[in-house]
């Protein structure tokens, strides 16, 4: 056995430089966050090769003295902390002091430095671990440092790197985290020459200057404000206006926990995680507890396998979370994970659950003609009146035509929406009294199409509203409100609905009674192989009861009444609302129409059904005059 020998300075560094300098992407992420730690307000990066060849950084920081220069390159040397104590409060971006060193290690790297007392500046270069005198140097207030042909002399490491474009694209992406994490901070990014990203600092954020702003805002337990001007002008030019034109603002605090930033809507989903950016005091990171309350805010209004688009910041108190986990910082610890989880998650629910009147609403983007509908914010919306000549038309029409067109049928009863009569005098004096815009902002029936879709009219044009979607959210809402609550309202049937069963399903209503009771159903076996339906949800058709039933009996039996009642209640509730919901060719009166748009004004995500597709677009007089080339 070979004896124990301790290892060359430099072999130590290469080897750290695997965890930390996987590739240009990670000397760039390590660069950045050195010149946010510096208090930089402007930040330029010039890449050759992906990064491989070039990888220059240049801002205009407080910038290093030149006695210090030597001790910026060698390993475990940091300004960050000077103690465990600073170790469990770690308010800057860097901390660990080996990331300059790992360079060194692994490529040429040359440091050129002004602090602001300075008379000029001193650079000092390092290649292989070995550090040349600092010399004076021309360079303006703040720091450059350029890292030239990565893995130089490691050439089996430097094989492992992927291709010019492959490096740039992860360069790009490190890039874009920083910059949308400080949109106070000025960024641009060229690539061999060309200029790829260029994004000016937004004055209007409130995001701190420099360290000792993140220092000052611990020491008084004061969070930040959301940075809405600043943020979503920067979130707009990394992910795109229609981004931000699908998205919701999130905004809550608790105590010292605050959560802020901008979610997209259901209808922006993507299909794959390439738009999820999370912050921790500041720090992008990647944490299953943080995703995981992510997920589930949009579990039931996101469709199928789609994914979620977000920028999101968490900002707490340092000591209560671990940061020291992993070399690259991306990967944290949470003291209180589970209080964590609750928090993200009820901020997230609460932004993406706000009602019609106000919350971001369908709205068609202006492309004319033929253009597809898209969201934007709601305050565009009242924006875009139609004069009250025509407001009034609109009501007088409704009015006109709220009349049941046929007497002797007597109203329907759906489930789920509480539908008037066909009686105008029953209507709350809406038909014959102007409504304020933001009291019915879906507007008023004006009749079917193909049975499918409701058409109403509204201050902007005209709404379309897919009947079944809309009234399935608002079933599923009412559903899992009377569950939460445990007041789930029971309809007893005047005559039992009876259908055939297996042994298994007529064991299963003997086991699982307390279950059935809970979800509103009075099931009983009336044979060996029948079983009756005396009472259910009153909110389900009872057309559907046995179709109901059988859907709730397949989910205790599959699952048991423990799992279906809980990890796989919205799935349960939301099949029952399905089976509840108004049917496509179902006719319906202009009563029981307006009925359904008033419950979606009323109801908490009602923009997507359960499914997460949408359940309503606007089209705009604007858009309808284009298409008719009206004024041409």
């Known amino acids: 056995m070979s004896a124990i020998h301790l290892l060359p300075d430099l072999l130590i560094n290469q080897i750290a430089a695997g965890e930390v300098i996987e590739r240009p992407a990670s000397a760039l992420k390590e660069l950045l966050e050195n010149s946010l730690d510096a208090g930089a307000t402007d930040i330029a990066v010039q890449l050759e090769m992906g990064g491989v060849k070039l990888l220059r950084v240049r801002d205009n920081g407080g910038g290093i003295a030149q006695e210090q220069l030597p001790l910026a390159l060698m390993r475990h040397a940091t300004s960050k902390i000077a103690s465990l104590d600073d170790l469990q409060r770690v308010v800057s971006m860097g901390f660990r002091g080996e990331a300059l060193a790992s360079m060194a290690a692994v490529a040429q790297i040359t440091l050129t430095s002004r602090n602001v007392d300075a008379p000029h500046a001193w650079k000092i270069e390092a290649s292989d671990g070995v550090q040349d005198n600092a010399t004076p140097a021309s360079h303006p207030h703040g720091t450059s440092i350029e890292m030239r042909e990565l893995y130089f002399n490691t ?46 600092a937004s004055p209007n954020s409130p995001h701190p200057q420099s360290l000792s702003r993140q220092r000052e805002r611990e020491a008084d337990s004061s969070p930040l404000p959301l940075a809405g001007e600043g943020l979503g ?32 809507l259901p209808a922006y989903s993507r299909s794959s995680r390439d738009e999820q950016y999370f912050f921790a005091n500041g720090r992008f990171v990647r944490d299953k507890v943080l995703m995981h309350a992510v997920r589930q805010a949009y579990q039931d209004i996101l469709h199928h396998q789609r994914h979620p688009a977000f920028v999101l910041f968490l900002e707490l108190p340092p000591e209560q ?56 914010p709601a305050a565009q919306q ?31 009863i759906r489930g789920g929406a509480d539908f008037p009569s ?28 193909s049975g499918i879709y409701i058409l109403a009219q509204n201050q902007q044009g005209l709404i379309v509203v897919d009947m079944h979607a809309a009234h399935e959210r608002i079933v599923y809402e009412k559903l899992k409100t009377a569950f939460d609550q445990q007041q789930m309202p029971t309809q007893p049937l005047l005559i039992p609905v009876t259908f055939a069963a297996d042994t298994l399903d007529i064991a299963t209503v003997e086991e699982e009674q307390q279950a059935l009771h809970q979800l509103g159903f009075n099931i009983a076996p009336i ?62 009166s202009l009563p029981e129409m307006n009925a359904i748009l008033r419950e979606m004004e009323r109801t908490e995500r009602a923009d997507q059904c359960n499914h997460g597709r949408p359940t309503w677009f606007q089209i705009t007089l604007a858009e309808l005059d284009a298409m008719f080339m009206r004024g041409k």
Not at 249 to 256: E, R
Not at 422 to 442: I, Q, T
Request: with cysteine; net charge positive; proline share 7%.
């Open 233 to 264: 002008e920067r979130v707009s030019a990394i992910l795109g206006t229609e981004f931000s034109q699908h998205a919701v603002t999130v905004k809550k605090q608790i105590g010292n926990l605050h959560l802020y930033g901008i979610a997209a």
């Open 527 to 588: 044979s060996t192989h029948t079983l009756a339906v005396r009472a259910m949800p009153a909110m389900l058709k009872q057309a559907h009861a046995e179709a109901a039933a059988r859907e709730v009996l397949h989910e205790l039996r599959e699952f048991g009444a423990s799992r279906a009642l809980t990890e796989r209640r919205n799935e349960l509730l939301a099949t029952l609302a399905c089976h509840s919901a108004v049917r496509a060719n179902q006719q319906l």
């Open 321 to 376: 979370v671990d940061v020291n986990v992993h070399p690259a910082k991306s990967e944290v610890r949470f003291r209180e994970s589970q209080g964590i989880h609750q928090f993200v998650f009820h901020a997230l629910q609460d932004a993406l659950s706000g009602t019609m009147g106000n919350s971001p609403s369908p709205q068609p983007s202006p492309g004319g003609r033929g253009s597809a509908p898209t969201f934007e």
């Open 382 to 412: 009242h924006r875009m009146a139609f004069g009250a000549e025509q407001q009034q038309a609109t009501y007088r029409l409704w009015e006109t035509q709220t009349e049941n067109p046929n007497p002797s049928q007597p109203p329907l």
């Open 155 to 200: 050439p089996a490491r430097r094989k492992f790197l992927k291709s010019e474009n492959t490096e740039f694209a992860w360069c790009e992406e490190a890039f874009k985290r920083i910059a949308l994490s400080r949109p106070d901070v000025g960024f641009s990014l060229q690539h061999n020459g060309r200029m790829v990203w260029q994004l000016a």
């Open 422 to 449: 066909p009686d105008k005098g029953r209507l709350g004096g809406v038909a014959s009294s102007f409504a304020p815009p933001d009291e019915h902002p879906l507007g008023f029936a004006l009749g079917q199409l």
